[in-house]
């Protein structure tokens, strides 16, 4: 399945039964940044991103695109 950043870290959260200050207060974020998280806030420092991921043992990063180019 395929979801959203913000999605995710929403379900995960629920499943643990964290409130949103839980999860800030756990993950060294403030509680603002987890709120623009999971409303889909389309610029987020990645380090932050990770630090909240690291919870649910996970991370983003960069994967590089592999294209067929043409010559």
Request: glycine share 8%; net charge positive; no cysteine.
């Amino acid at each position: 399945m395929n979801l959203s950043l913000s999605l995710f870290i929403k379900e995960k959260r629920k499943q643990l039964k964290l409130t949103q200050p839980e999860l800030a207060e756990r993950a060294g974020v403030g509680l603002r940044f987890i709120r623009e998280m999971e409303q889909g806030k389309k610029t987020l420092r990645l380090d932050k991103v990770n630090q909240v991921l690291a919870l649910f043992g996970s991370e983003m990063g960069v994967v590089e695109k592999i294209e067929k180019r043409i010559e």
